[in-house]
């Protein structure tokens, strides 16, 4: 069984740089296959896709985000990790992580998700 | 950019059948992924490739995909149905995940 833990600040001042970190448990990230991905969801709005990594490090990025963002895995940890610059009071969203079903563009785990809020 | 478009909010009466739409152009030559999102939850994949189930997810649910339009069916609906739905491509032009709007769905 898959899981997903997400970890990181619930309150990031503007202008500053937020870092999200994704604990995957059930699964390697190194395991042929295997996506990670990071999607957010502003209060009352829709889900928005911001990036995502395969096991072979491969990356994706929403152009409109392209330049703010980063996502790094980190294999000894089993983590997935979302770095994103210059944060606005546009960016509050709940932040979630989700596994990449094998061999489709479906995401069939997600974690729990955690809520930022950027506000001075 | 590829765009997604679902009406803002479908009802149902317990018991009839609830048809969500998702719209784009020439939708049918992608594949359609379906999640449900209850209040303060994560979502929940519910349909993938257009029309396969997940372990788990009833059968009252299925999908369809052809033309300009994908369609998740809810059948035999129940008041615990109740929720926002989300249809999602890949968008291979842009190699990006899209979301649709979502749909609230209430049941009557």
């Known amino acids: 069984q898959i899981t997903l833990e997400e970890s990181g600040p619930t309150l990031v001042k503007p202008t500053e740089t937020l870092t999200l970190t994704c604990t995957f448990s059930g699964i390697s990230l190194s395991t042929s296959g295997v996506g990670a991905a990071w999607i957010r969801q502003p209060p009352g709005k829709a889900l928005e896709w911001l990036t995502l990594i395969y096991w072979n490090e491969d990356k994706r990025y929403t152009p409109s985000l392209k330049t703010r963002l980063t996502i790094v895995r980190d294999t000894s940890k089993n983590q997935v990790v979302l770095t994103m610059t210059n944060m606005d009071p546009v960016d509050t969203a709940t932040y979630y992580c989700?596994?990449?079903?094998?061999?489709?563009?479906?995401?069939?785990?997600w974690g729990q998700g955690t809520l930022v809020t950027v506000s001075s | 950019s590829y765009v997604v478009t679902q009406p803002p909010s479908v009802s149902v009466a317990p018991g009839q059948t609830a048809r969500i739409t998702c719209g784009g152009n020439?939708?049918?030559?992608?594949?359609v992924h379906w999640y449900r999102q209850e209040p303060g939850q994560a979502p929940v994949l519910v349909i993938f490739?257009?029309?396969d189930r997940p372990s788990g997810i009833p059968e009252r649910f299925s999908g369809s995909n052809s033309g300009n339009t994908a369609t998740l069916t809810i059948s035999r609906v129940e008041a615990g149905d109740e929720a926002d739905y989300y249809c999602?491509?890949?968008?291979?032009?842009?190699?990006?995940?899209?979301f649709g709007g979502g749909t609230q769905l209430t049941v009557l």
């Open positions: 020439h939708i049918g030559t992608k594949s």
């Open positions: 490739n257009d029309s």
């Open positions: 999602q491509v890949w968008d291979v032009d842009s190699d990006r995940a899209v």
């Open positions: 989700a596994h990449l079903k094998h061999f489709t563009r479906a995401f069939d785990v």
